[in-house]
């Protein structure tokens, strides 16, 4: 099966999606892993990537906390920072005191974690983040990038002077990738939600909200595979790292 004719790329307006593409690909860079701290008493937080949990002690080890030029910020042990981290369906805000401050081989942090934590549902159902091409019917066809989706609902990056009004009906078209040896397209009909929300640091890229609406069952049981997958995908670090290597071999039986 092959998507509906797409606009040709060459083409400066659709360049221009291509460029966010690639540069907001890497799911592992806006991953579950990344979450935000500030130091209890200032408004100014900074993101930090959540390296590991020591479950025994309540410990959580981040990286060191750095201004957007890369200089990190001073901290120290018994400072207390506050949290707030997403998971794929909830947000959650707590506390967590340093133990440790360690530099070498990268400067990290080890946080003892609260005993009360706030958690508060963002979606009933969960939400995986993906990086894939599509195109969206309204009704001439128009090349848009998937950057999440669940079983309810997507988001789209689009290019911003696309008309696409909220309560707008459109068709959505894309091919999920799934770890079977099957080629499926799914087109899949859907409602503009909300308002347009910019996308940083380019000025023509917007992100629009999809509703799913009128799913067949095997649209619905297809999105949940993609969704489960993808949701275990982005969460694999370790082999994220592992097949970054420069060369790939074969592992034979010994």
């Known amino acids: 099966m092959q998507l509906p004719s797409i606009p040709d790329m060459r083409d400066p307006r659709r360049q221009t999606l291509q460029t966010f593409a690639r540069a907001y690909g890497n799911t592992q860079q806006r991953s579950r892993f990344s979450m935000n701290v500030a130091a209890a008493g200032s408004d100014r937080s900074f993101p930090v990537t959540a390296l590991g949990v020591l479950p025994a002690k309540r410990e959580l080890i981040v990286s060191a906390p750095r201004t957007a030029e890369g200089s990190l910020i001073a901290v120290y042990q018994g400072l207390t920072l506050r949290c707030g981290w997403f998971n794929a369906s909830a947000l959650f805000r707590f506390e967590g005191t340093i133990t440790k401050v360690i530099f070498e081989p990268e400067p990290l942090l080890y946080l003892h974690l609260a005993d009360h934590t706030y958690q508060r549902a963002v979606r009933t159902v969960p939400r995986a983040l993906i990086n894939l091409p599509a195109v969206v019917h309204i009704p001439q066809v128009e090349t848009a990038l998937l950057v999440d989706c669940s079983v309810t609902g997507a988001r789209i990056a689009i290019l911003k002077d ?22 499926v397209l799914l087109n899949l009909k859907c409602v503009v939600m909300g308002n347009p929300e910019p996308a940083s640091g380019y000025p023509d890229i917007v992100f629009r909200g999809l509703k799913f609406h009128t799913l067949a069952e095997r649209e619905l049981l297809i999105l949940h595979a993609y969704v489960q997958q993808s949701l275990v995908d982005e969460m694999d670090n370790l082999a994220h790292v592992l097949l970054s290597a420069r060369e790939i071999r074969e592992l034979k039986d010994s």
């Open 162 to 183: 696309t008309d696409l009004p909220a309560g707008h009906e459109l068709e959505l078209s894309l091919k999920p990738p799934l770890q079977l040896d099957v080629d």
